[in-house]
């Protein structure tokens, strides 16, 4: 068998999230794993890094796909010409055998994109969270800094039954460009739902609903009624998944 590493951008705005799932085939990758069994006659699987929940956007996911030869040159050009407009295969190449979207990644970049604007544009409003209060960046900054290192994110996240909710976030950046915010979130992994809790308690913090020192509380006290706000799906990317260099 012959392993592929894809890296794939695609517009969540229709779709029930990346995970193929038994009520619906309007997700990621069983439309990426029809499209490619369509090319080469045999059904295959396809594996993510991660699952992007419903209406999230990718512009670099990655996935792998293993089939039982080399395939040719002008496949991507072939799978893009099938798959649709919202979807597109980036980039593939051959990888090492072991090498796995989700297993291998060291770490994963997501950005949250906010419209403050008075009337939301037109033109990003399916890919912007439309919040008009103002916000002190300087306190969203000081909560910042509560949230970098290695935590239990209990309180961050929708999903009780994740056996381990330790996670390890590097950075967050916060950056204000006209009535454009975007948060950008770069760690080893998050849980579901977490960034787009973490950014909604950002975002409480910001408007002085919390102050930075009660999201130093949640994490002490692992309850999610001490976190703040879920933000709508939109406004999310998956920008990009970090593996060992060298490796893939």
Not at 42 to 61: C, F, L, M, N, W
Not at 102 to 120: F, H
Not at 134 to 139: E, G, N, Q, V, W
């Amino acid at each position: 068998m012959r392993n592929y590493k894809m890296i794939i951008a695609y517009d969540g705005s229709r779709y029930k999230g990346w995970q193929r799932q038994n009520l619906t085939n309007l997700t990621i990758q069983t439309i990426l794993e029809r499209t490619v069994e369509q090319v080469v006659g045999y059904p295959v699987e396809i594996d993510g890094s991660g699952r992007t929940d419903a209406g999230v956007h990718a512009k670099a996911q990655v996935a792998n796909l293993k089939v039982t030869g080399l395939l040719a040159e002008d496949f991507v050009k072939e799978l893009n010409d099938l798959l649709p407009e919202d979807i597109c295969v980036r980039e593939m190449k051959l990888v090492p055998g072991n090498f796995h979207s989700r297993y291998s990644a060291k770490a994963k970049k997501y950005k949250y994109c906010i419209d403050m604007r008075e009337k939301p544009c037109v033109f990003t409003r399916r890919y912007t969270y439309h919040f008009t209060k103002k916000l002190d960046l300087d306190a969203m900054k000081k909560a910042v800094q509560y949230l970098k290192g290695t935590h239990d994110f209990t309180a961050f996240t929708d999903n009780k039954e994740e056996k381990s909710k330790v996670r390890t976030i590097y950075e967050i950046k916060i950056t204000k460009n006209g009535t454009r915010l975007e948060l950008e979130f770069y760690g080893t992994g998050f849980l579901y739902h977490m960034v787009r809790i973490l950014t909604g308690t950002l975002l409480e913090v910001g408007c002085g609903e919390k102050s930075p020192e009660e999201v130093k509380l949640a994490l002490e006290q692992k309850d999610r009624a001490f976190a703040g706000f879920l933000v709508p799906a939109r406004g999310l990317f998956l920008e990009k998944v970090y593996y060992q260099e060298g490796e893939a």
